[in-house]
């Protein structure tokens, strides 16, 4: 299917049903529950899942094929922001050509980057991205204030020049992001029971381009290219003694992951039509490399589940509170709740991080593969049980048989 083997079209159709039906899976609990807090299928969070997912993805292009780990890829994120706030003031508020313009740019800034930063592998390379990404991050705050608008973020306004379209709707606001007509912002309830499913424009929109994104993904590992780029993470030196000039490819993965990130930050401004220089900041790059390596780097999908585990933690689990741990733990004493919520405090709300950073020590030590090694050795176990009990109600041969 797709020029896939049957793995890859698999893996595929799996990432497909789970991105076309998140408001289902994401809102297991009823709307009137204690434990309606956990449901995560509302459009916003949907939207970040796959958007940071798209961002994991293109990153893994680089690290996890190529071994060259970027700390500044927030700042084609960024670029990609801005690219698409401007088009939105200057062209039209469709989100077709935002989204274009976002993904050239960034790959040219990408370009402009790897050309310099590939010179250096190892250490040097890391450490050259991330001056590039504090460099274009002091840039957007204080110098580039007339394209940037600094501290404050780029933003729609009602003085706009829209070539194509209106600056000023009918009854005076600024007019929404859209696609073709449809706005972005635009959903759908539909209220099953005690259930309740939000079916948000601006998510499927996000989910057909992130399955996009990942089937070109899947084609990048398995072509010749990709097979190149392995070998240049497993012995780079050895290519180069053969003759084989490395630099191209390396730089094409560079700028191929640059254009995600800046795919990502299109998307963002196109949900929220605003740019600030925070999206660059070094703790931006940090957060797609913790994606990268709790999912599993260099697997397709683990980027993927490692940024939706790390954005459901951001804001879902944060939200937990004092308030909330004491209605769970009521059925307890006063003196004994009172310990186990003190106990639990430091771990919830704005402590969300201490208990990521945990989790995240545990799987580095413990299953060095990310989640995808975790669920691979739990299928290989349920495997292992089930040959078992099948070997288990076998007849017994004697030898003479």
Known sequence: MFGLNKKDAS????????????????????????????????????????????????????????????????????????????????????????????????GLFALLIGFVSLRRSGIYFSILTLAFA????????????????????LQLTLDDPRILGESVTADGSIPVTNLFGMEMRSAFNLEIGAWD?????????????MLLTFYLAIRIFRSPFGLMLRAVKCNQNRMRYTGLNTRPYTLAAFVISGMYAGLAGGLMASMDPLAGAERMQWTASGEVVLMTILGGAGTLIGPVLGAGFIKYFENIFSKINDNVLHQWFSFMPDGIEDFVVFIIHPFIGKGWHLTLGILFMLVVIYLPGGLVEGGQRLMSLFKKDKADDDGSHAPTKHPAE
């Open 197 to 209: 499913f939000q079916f948000s424009v601006g998510y499927y929109l996000c989910a057909v381009i």
């Open 134 to 153: 504090q460099m274009s991050f002091n840039l957007a705050y204080s110098v580039l204030t007339p394209i940037t608008n600094g501290e404050t973020g």
């Open 11 to 106: 893996l595929l159709l799996v990432v497909a049903v789970l991105t076309m039906f998140a408001p289902f899976i994401l809102n297991p609990f009823p709307t009137d529950s204690g434990l309606a807090q956990f449901n995560a299928g509302y459009p916003d969070l949907m939207q970040r899942f796959v958007i940071f997912g798209i961002f994991a993805v293109g990153f893994n292009i680089l690290f996890g094929l190529t071994g060259y780990l970027s700390f500044g890829h927030a700042a084609f994120l960024g670029v990609g922001s801005y690219s698409a706030v401007w088009m939105f003031k200057l062209l039209s508020m469709n989100v077709i050509p935002a989204i274009i313009l976002s993904v050239i740019v960034s």
